[in-house]
């Protein structure tokens, strides 16, 4: 895998509306959560980013490209930080899901060819679109969607040339909790039973 070929990309950008304050600042044994995604995505890329229209990630040493366009939703942030991208392949990883690792996203790196679209699905047809690799080829049926104003970023992975990956079935690298993903004080709560720090 050649680190200088493959970007990685923090969304940070989101309302936090459910939470109540900005996840991605809130910690997790003393660390915040953006830094988590940071650290899965270093030893993968030689670029890491965070995308976000808020300019308080001075501390994690990553540049931040904002949207560029008004409207707070994943897909703008993955199309206006792949317009920016210089390279083929884009790790996306959502500032809220700490526990993931970095043998699960190389894991889908290796196995992204020869698609433009890439994301774990689980056994109940959930997907992951927060979690996933994203070709700068991918950027045409993205912006197909925001032009029309369908911001659904899920339609528009099922549009496009997309891989689903199974991560339920036998793969060593999956644990129970990777995928969690906090968006409520509940969640949090949740989570820091599960790591011993409530």
């Not at 808020?54 to 199309?79: K, S």
């Not at 029309?148 to 060593?172: E, H, T």
Request: proline share 6%.
């Amino acid at each position: 895998m050649n680190r200088s070929k493959i970007t990685g990309i923090v969304l940070a950008g989101g309302r936090s509306s459910r939470m109540g304050e900005d996840k991605s600042l809130m910690k997790l044994n003393g660390k915040p959560l953006v830094e988590y995604s940071i650290d899965a995505l270093k030893p993968l890329c030689d670029m890491v980013v965070i995308s976000s229209g808020n300019m308080i990630y001075d501390f994690t040493g990553c540049e931040v490209w904002p949207d560029e366009l008004p409207d707070q939703a994943p897909i703008i942030g993955i199309y206006s930080c792949l317009k920016r991208s210089e390279t083929e392949i884009n790790i996306f990883l959502s500032c809220d899901m700490p526990l993931m690792s970095t043998s699960m996203i190389g894991f889908l790196v290796a196995k992204s060819a020869p698609f433009d679209i890439t994301v774990p699905i689980h056994k109940n047809g959930k997907i992951e679109p927060l979690c996933g690799i994203y070709k700068k080829s991918s950027i045409g049926i993205i912006k197909e969607f925001i032009d029309k104003g369908n911001y659904r970023l899920n339609g528009c992975i099922r549009s496009a040339s997309c891989q689903f990956i199974d991560v339920d079935s036998q793969i060593p690298c999956n644990t129970p909790n990777l995928f969690i993903n906090i968006n409520t004080p509940t969640d949090f709560g949740h989570l820091l039973l599960e790591e011993g720090t409530g």
